[in-house]
Nanobody
Framework: QVQLVESGGGSVQAGGSLRLSCVAS?????????IGWFRQAPGKEREGVAT????????RYADSVKGRFTISQSSDKTTVYLQMNSLQPEDTATYYC?????????????????????WGQGTVVTVSS
Protein backbone atom coordinates (compact mmCIF):
# COMPACT_ATOMS: atom_id res chain seq x y z
CA GLN A 1 0.00 0.00 0.00
CA VAL A 2 1.26 3.44 -0.92
CA GLN A 3 2.17 5.51 2.08
CA LEU A 4 3.19 9.15 2.22
CA VAL A 5 4.51 10.67 5.42
CA GLU A 6 5.10 14.40 5.74
CA SER A 7 7.31 16.04 8.35
CA GLY A 8 9.10 19.30 9.04
CA GLY A 9 6.20 21.52 10.00
CA GLY A 10 6.39 23.86 12.96
CA SER A 11 6.02 27.42 14.18
CA VAL A 12 8.18 30.24 12.86
CA GLN A 13 8.11 33.99 12.76
CA ALA A 14 7.46 35.91 9.57
CA GLY A 15 10.53 35.94 7.38
CA GLY A 16 11.68 32.56 8.63
CA SER A 17 12.21 29.29 6.81
CA LEU A 18 11.12 25.67 7.06
CA ARG A 19 11.81 22.59 4.99
CA LEU A 20 9.07 20.03 4.65
CA SER A 21 9.76 16.42 3.71
CA CYS A 22 7.50 13.82 2.14
CA VAL A 23 8.74 10.25 2.35
CA ALA A 24 7.21 7.46 0.30
CA SER A 25 7.94 3.93 -0.68
CA UNK A 26 10.69 3.92 -3.29
CA UNK A 27 8.35 2.58 -5.92
CA UNK A 28 5.95 5.47 -5.53
CA UNK A 29 8.38 8.15 -6.54
CA UNK A 30 10.18 6.27 -9.28
CA UNK A 31 7.43 5.29 -11.70
CA UNK A 32 5.67 8.00 -13.67
CA UNK A 33 5.14 9.94 -10.48
CA UNK A 34 3.83 13.46 -10.36
CA ILE A 35 4.36 14.68 -6.81
CA GLY A 36 2.90 17.81 -5.33
CA TRP A 37 2.46 19.88 -2.22
CA PHE A 38 -0.92 21.34 -1.31
CA ARG A 39 -2.01 23.34 1.70
CA GLN A 40 -5.22 24.04 3.54
CA ALA A 41 -5.73 26.89 5.96
CA PRO A 42 -8.52 26.74 8.55
CA GLY A 43 -11.85 27.51 6.93
CA LYS A 44 -10.41 27.57 3.42
CA GLU A 45 -10.25 25.17 0.51
CA ARG A 46 -7.15 23.13 -0.20
CA GLU A 47 -4.90 24.91 -2.65
CA GLY A 48 -1.96 23.78 -4.72
CA VAL A 49 1.54 24.93 -3.88
CA ALA A 50 4.04 23.14 -6.12
CA THR A 51 4.54 20.05 -8.28
CA UNK A 52 7.51 18.13 -9.58
CA UNK A 53 7.83 15.10 -11.84
CA UNK A 54 9.97 12.23 -10.62
CA UNK A 55 13.61 12.83 -11.36
CA UNK A 56 13.27 16.49 -10.48
CA UNK A 57 11.75 17.38 -13.81
CA UNK A 58 9.74 20.51 -14.48
CA UNK A 59 8.99 22.01 -11.09
CA ARG A 60 5.94 24.29 -11.08
CA TYR A 61 4.69 26.72 -8.48
CA ALA A 62 1.56 28.59 -7.53
CA ASP A 63 1.96 32.32 -8.03
CA SER A 64 1.57 32.90 -4.30
CA VAL A 65 4.79 31.02 -3.50
CA LYS A 66 6.88 31.57 -6.62
CA GLY A 67 10.33 32.85 -5.73
CA ARG A 68 9.98 31.84 -2.07
CA PHE A 69 9.37 28.08 -2.15
CA THR A 70 11.42 25.39 -3.87
CA ILE A 71 10.32 21.81 -4.53
CA SER A 72 12.97 19.15 -5.05
CA GLN A 73 13.53 15.40 -4.88
CA SER A 74 16.27 13.42 -3.22
CA SER A 75 18.79 11.63 -5.43
CA ASP A 76 17.42 8.23 -4.36
CA LYS A 77 13.91 9.46 -5.26
CA THR A 78 12.38 8.45 -1.94
CA THR A 79 11.81 11.92 -0.58
CA VAL A 80 10.34 15.14 -1.93
CA TYR A 81 11.15 18.39 -0.18
CA LEU A 82 9.51 21.78 0.00
CA GLN A 83 11.95 24.48 1.06
CA MET A 84 9.95 27.46 2.26
CA ASN A 85 11.71 30.80 2.69
CA SER A 86 10.43 34.26 3.55
CA LEU A 87 7.40 32.74 5.22
CA GLN A 88 4.43 34.98 5.85
CA PRO A 89 1.40 34.60 8.13
CA GLU A 90 -0.73 33.79 5.10
CA ASP A 91 1.38 30.67 4.58
CA THR A 92 -0.07 29.23 7.78
CA ALA A 93 -1.80 25.96 6.88
CA THR A 94 -1.64 22.22 7.00
CA TYR A 95 0.62 21.09 4.18
CA TYR A 96 -0.10 17.85 2.35
CA CYS A 97 1.98 15.77 -0.01
CA UNK A 98 0.23 14.05 -2.91
CA UNK A 99 1.29 11.65 -5.66
CA UNK A 100 -0.31 10.21 -8.78
CA UNK A 101 0.82 8.50 -11.94
CA UNK A 102 0.82 11.10 -14.70
CA UNK A 103 2.83 11.89 -17.77
CA UNK A 104 5.45 14.58 -17.28
CA UNK A 105 3.80 17.06 -19.64
CA UNK A 106 0.59 17.07 -17.57
CA UNK A 107 2.22 17.16 -14.16
CA UNK A 108 0.52 20.33 -12.95
CA UNK A 109 -1.35 21.27 -9.79
CA UNK A 110 -4.74 21.07 -11.50
CA UNK A 111 -4.01 17.73 -13.18
CA UNK A 112 -2.60 16.22 -10.02
CA UNK A 113 -5.63 17.24 -7.99
CA UNK A 114 -7.98 15.85 -10.65
CA UNK A 115 -6.14 12.53 -10.74
CA UNK A 116 -7.41 11.50 -7.30
CA UNK A 117 -3.89 11.33 -5.88
CA UNK A 118 -2.71 9.51 -2.82
CA TRP A 119 -2.46 11.97 0.11
CA GLY A 120 -0.32 12.09 3.18
CA GLN A 121 -1.64 12.96 6.61
CA GLY A 122 -0.32 16.52 6.56
CA THR A 123 2.07 18.61 8.61
CA VAL A 124 1.14 21.90 10.25
CA VAL A 125 2.96 25.15 9.52
CA THR A 126 2.25 28.22 11.64
CA VAL A 127 3.78 31.59 10.81
CA SER A 128 3.40 34.40 13.31
CA SER A 129 3.77 38.10 12.56
Amino acid sequence: QVQLVESGGGSVQAGGSLRLSCVASAFTFTNNACIGWFRQAPGKEREGVATIYTGGINPRYADSVKGRFTISQSSDKTTVYLQMNSLQPEDTATYYCAVASLSPWVCTLDSLRAASPRWGQGTVVTVSS
